[in-house]
């Protein structure tokens, strides 16, 4: 069996946020605010928090009566985390994996949000399952992923460059979260629903472009291990300014009954 399991570059993720702030016509933060502000909240949990990018839309909405609790395992992004954040005194950070069991006691929170991470867990029944496990009777799970659908121009620019559209591996992660995970969270919760988040980003120039390409899995899992140069890159670039690249991610919901 593949193992779908992978630990994030950072500086790489730091640089596709980046993009995201500047160029996108709409941030994922909105979709999460809103989505939390459906209901009252009183304990959040972020599995896979990285350095806290969405921590602070959590404590916002909890309020000083609430707590946010985040998990990663690299202590350096938790270190950061807490340099953020210094001043909440309701705010608990540890490092830790999803793949092993989480620690807090059962039904501790009332929200759980794993962004951008599930479809890295090297057995996500599993994860699922120790959620499931932390959320309190009523408790929601939102599971936040890319679609097959998605970045389709880089693996465009990847077959201009490579030949290849995309490696197997990228290709099985990349819709890992809706023909996998989707599943598995319906089997473990009872109930799941799809929530389909459509956005789009304009690189100004051809060097910004190649800056989010090369901090992509595609690029990772084929351009770079062949070897590929800047200048090869850029003579793949069909386009020298306002670069579009279209995003689709899919928020999966569960909720404990």
Known sequence: MTDLSYQEKQDRLNNRIRAHKLFANF??????????????RRAVLDLACGN????????????????????DREARLIEEARGKYAGAQNLELRVGSMDERLPWDDGSFDLAFSNF????AADPAFTIGELKRVLAPGGELVLIGPTAANAREVYEF????????IDPITLVR??????????????????????????????PDRDEWL???TS???YEEGAEKAGYTMDQMRAACTSERDIVLSKEMLAVVCEKS
Request: proline share 2%; hydrophobic share 40%; glycine share 10%.
């Open 211 to 213: 800056r989010y390409y």
């Open 117 to 120: 991470a599930i479809y890295n």
């Open 27 to 40: 941030d994922i933060e909105e979709w999460i605010d809103e989505f939390v502000a459906r209901r009252p």
């Open 216 to 218: 992509t899995m595609a």
């Open 158 to 165: 990847n077959e201009r460059l490579t030949g290849v559209a």
């Open 174 to 203: 990349t819709d890992r979260l809706r023909q996998e995970i989707l599943p598995l969270a319906r089997e473990v919760f009872g109930n799941a629903r799809e929530e389909v988040i459509n956005s789009r980003l304009t690189f």
């Open 52 to 71: 806290g990018n969405h921590l602070g839309i959590y404590l916002r909405h909890v309020g000083e009566g609430g707590r946010v609790a985040g998990i």
